[in-house]
Structure formats: C-alpha cells, structure tokens
C-alpha cells in the first residue's frame, strides 16, 4: 500500500508539474498584477506609473509596477492575448522560474534605461514622462524566450528575433499603427519596446552562458 501511495503521489507530482509547465501559471501571476493595479483605478496609475519625476523622488517601486498597470481594459487584453501567444510559442523554454526571473530583470533594464539613456532624442522619437503598459514587457519577454529557443529551435528563435527587429525599426522609422493607438486612445512608447527587446536579448544570452557554464 505504501509504495502504491508512493507511485501515485509521484504521478500526481508530475501531473502538476506538466500542467503548471503547459498552461503556464506564471502568466496568471502577470496578469493578476495587471488586474491588481488597474485598470479600474485612477489611483492605481497615479500611484504605479512609470514617471520620471516621482523616481527622482525615489519612488523606486514604479521601476518594476510601472509595466503592469494599464489605461483601459481593453489595453490591458491586448497584452494579455500577447501573453497567451507568447506561451504558446514558448512553453517549453519559459518555465515557471524562468518567465518571473526573466520578467524581473527585462522590467528593470527597461526602467533604467527609459530614465537614464536618453535613446529617445538620438532616435528623434517623442520623449514621454509618464509611461504604462506591459508592451514594452512582451517584447522584452517574446525576445528573451527566443534566445532560449535557438538551443532547440532555432529556426522559431531566428525568426522571431528577426520580426521584432523588423518590427521595431518600422515604429522607429514610420509611424506607430493608428489602429492600435485608436484603441488604447493613448500613443505608443515606441522606446520601451527597443529597450525590451534589448532587455530580453541581454537577459537570454545571459541565461544561455549561464546554462552552459553549468554544463562544461
């Protein structure tokens, strides 16, 4: 009896690890931050935004709140389908620890440099005090996962860092989509989403030598 006990709990075990790896729980955690922080609230993007001048007044929580907190409802599903392909996708490479570590970093990266760099007037982009939105973190996420992905598909990791190459030059040197502006009602920060996929890329490569570290 014991060992069928035994057997059963480990099957339950691997049960619950497989369905945590293929639904992917971490994307419930994102998304109960999302809800959390808005958009129901006017406080909440007050308290939570992405604004220079209250991190100069070392409110330094915002570097990490500022991505989850959104505009409207609809804004806040638009990045929610993201999520959801970005786990379709990437399954398989974005395990639980990996999504909310990587998540971590590329969320910090992200608010440094959209505070500190400047890249903004070197691009000739619009320079915005007060940012919200989880675009730039998808980005971020989407270019991350593809680096992990080049060790066992290469061909989805080649290609997905290639479109959001393409992709971010086309905001950079044309306009932003006017169908997605007119929906979110609010312009888009094409600057978070290079610093994201930059954040995404620095973290990937990182994980990658980490990894490999470990196996020489």
């Not at 890249?119 to 000739?124: C, F």
């Not at 061909?155 to 169908?179: C, N, Q, R, Y």
């Amino acid at each position: 009896a014991y060992s069928l006990t035994t057997t059963a709990n480990k099957d339950l075990r691997m049960l619950h690890t497989r369905w945590v790896n293929q639904q992917g729980l971490s994307i419930y955690i994102l998304l109960a931050a999302c809800v959390l922080l808005g958009p129901w609230s006017i406080a909440s993007m007050e308290h939570f935004g992405l604004e220079r001048e209250a991190l100069a007044e070392h409110q330094y929580w915002r570097l990490f709140t500022g991505h989850f907190v959104h505009l409207s409802w609809l804004h806040l599903l638009l990045n929610a389908a993201g999520l959801i392909s970005l786990q379709q996708l990437f399954g398989n490479e974005l395990q639980e620890y990996r999504w909310l570590s990587g998540a971590a970093l590329i969320t910090l990266f992200m608010s440094l440099s959209w505070f500190f760099s400047g890249v903004e007037s070197w691009l000739g982009l619009p320079i915005y005090d007060f940012v919200v939105g989880m675009s730039g973190l998808l980005h971020g996420l989407f270019a991350y996962a593809a680096c992990l992905a080049l060790r066992n598909d290469p061909v989805l990791g080649v290609g997905v860092l290639l479109a959001l190459t393409f992709k971010s030059a086309a905001e950079i040197f044309m306009e932003p989509s006017d169908t997605v502006v007119r929906l979110i009602d609010m312009p888009i920060a094409v600057d978070m989403h290079l610093y994201g996929i930059f954040g995404g890329m620095a973290v990937g490569v990182f994980m990658i030598l980490r990894a490999h570290r470990h196996f020489v």
